[in-house]
């Protein structure tokens, strides 16, 4: 099966230095909803995998419903959402691979076959630890990121500008 995971901070909204707590505070970046419906006619399923621990459960399906809206005027459309709403370390929570393995597992599509698309090293080794092919954005924290180095334990992964450009590469089997 086809899919393709997203962090969402970064790489579909606007990242804020006080994190997204509401519906008004979702800003989408440029060509996100673009790059998510280019996906969606590719045949890819697009899913966000996302640490959330600042938000309560009910507001964050607030949040990812007016997300959800918000891709769908662009003309594409996240299929699924998983959140990780613990504030500590555990399976599920980036940098593990638990939020990864449980959407594989959900869509039975394969590790290797699905990439995850991240804007920080907790998203590449999120990606790493599930075996998924990484890819980084400049966008959020992409830049930072490449500034700072990143572990080469992570390699190979692709950098590119943003969803869009990384939707491109996918669309054409480059990842």
């Known amino acids: 099966m086809k899919l393709v995971l997203l962090d969402r901070d970064g790489v579909v909204v606007v990242n804020r230095a006080t994190n997204v707590k509401s519906a008004s505070d979702l800003d989408l970046i ?9 996906l969606n006619e590719a045949g890819f399923p697009v899913a966000i995998c996302t640490n959330q621990p600042e938000v309560a459960s009910a507001r964050l399906c607030e949040i990812h419903t007016a997300l959800g809206a918000m891709v769908e005027e662009g003309g594409g459309a996240i299929d699924r959402f998983f959140s990780c709403t613990s504030a500590l370390k555990c399976p599920r929570r980036k940098p593990s691979a638990g939020l990864l393995r ?5 869509y039975g599509a394969r590790a290797e076959a699905t990439p995850f698309i991240g804007d920080q090293a907790d998203d590449l080794k999120a990606a790493f630890h599930a075996r998924c092919p990484r890819m980084l954005v400049r966008t959020g924290l992409g830049a930072k990121a490449m500034g700072t180095g990143l572990p080469d334990y992570l390699r190979p992964y692709t950098v590119c500008h943003d969803l869009l450009e990384a939707t491109a590469r996918i669309v054409k ?3």
Do not use: M, T
Request: aromatic share 6%; net charge negative; no cysteine.
């Open 173 to 175: 089997g480059e990842f």
């Open 30 to 38: 440029d060509g996100a909803a673009e790059g998510i419906r280019r």
């Open 102 to 106: 449980e959407a594989l597992k959900h």
